[in-house]
């Protein structure tokens, strides 16, 4: 489906520039197209049809179309509108028509245009020659209460072995705002066969859903009424309306994001530098940006930010640490220098062509 796609504004989501890097980077180039080895794993591989190749290269703005861009006013997105897994909420929407994907991952309440840097970072990277893929989970909107970390998972892989075997895909990066982190960290974990298709990831506003939630008065009572709820076995009937009053959650759900060492619990504070490396250490295989604002009004004040970052950037083997000065949650404020760093990251640690898995 080639469409535009417009809103008159973008919600920020509810969540749970000085530049370092321990990391080294290498220059490269996306691989030429060649059979994948998860081709192989997965099939029912067909190639779309000429005219649905024919829109989408128009609607990306490359050379081939004469068509606007991937942006073509303010909150108007030009692409391609897709189903890549069997339920209704699960459509992504994308920019340009390359073998090369960013997926946007959003955090707790978002969906599509969840952050201003969104439009400047299509446009940058159509002009490297790649997409921005903007997804839907069972968890978008108001569902995030109802699902989970594994959910989401799942799903994420469903939209890359999309991607591979319809879109003949050469790799992505994943781009993960606020929960979107969690959402990073818990698929890389699963080792899904698609996940070897992730040549890098960015890290956005990785934050503590647990210690922004304990600064609220109900939180100590509603963990307790969940984890009571779970031991009875009902961890999958909602909360109480005033645990979550923007939207329903289950006891499960709650209690991963708000109680110690949580499912959901990878990014705050107190953590034991231990435990953020049991929580984070897989992660050192891959190549990652996190991206920390430095202003981020969902980090409690007694926090060291600076102190946070360094900690969590070790824990995944040395990641390369982005610090933005006065920055919200976000990036709002900051949008030219987020989309730099972000093109930067991507030009270095973009598809490699395909590991062989025997070697």
Known sequence: MNLSLSSSSSPPSNPAVSTSSSSSSSSSSSSSATTSWISVIIRGRFDS?????TSANSASGSPAGDSPGPVV?????HGLLF??????????????DYKQQVIFIGGLSDGFMATEYLEPLAIALDKEEWSLVQILLSSSYNGYGTSSLQQDAKELDQLVSYLINKEDSEGVVLLGHSTG??????????????SRAVRGAIFQAPVSGREYRA????TAAMIDLASTMISEGRGSYLMPRE??????????RYYSICSYMG?????????????LRMKLGHMANTPCQVIFSMRDEYVPEYVDKKALVDRVCKAMGG??????????????NRVDEAVEVMVDFVRREGPKGWDDPWH
């Open 73 to 77: 006013k303010k909150n108007n997105f």
């Open 49 to 53: 049809s000429a005219s649905m190749k």
């Open 83 to 96: 189903k890549y897994g069997p339920k209704p909420i699960q459509v992504a929407f994308k920019t340009g």
């Open 215 to 218: 600064t609220l008065p109900e």
């Open 243 to 252: 645990a979550s009053p923007s939207s329903p959650i289950t006891a499960n």
């Open 181 to 194: 982190c969690q959402d990073i960290v818990h698929y890389i974990g699963t080792n899904a066969a698609c």
């Open 319 to 332: 990641a390369e640490k982005i610090e933005i000065e006065h920055a919200n949650h976000s990036l709002s």
């Open 263 to 275: 499912d959901d619990d990878m990014f705050s504070s107190d953590l034991s530098d231990e435990q």
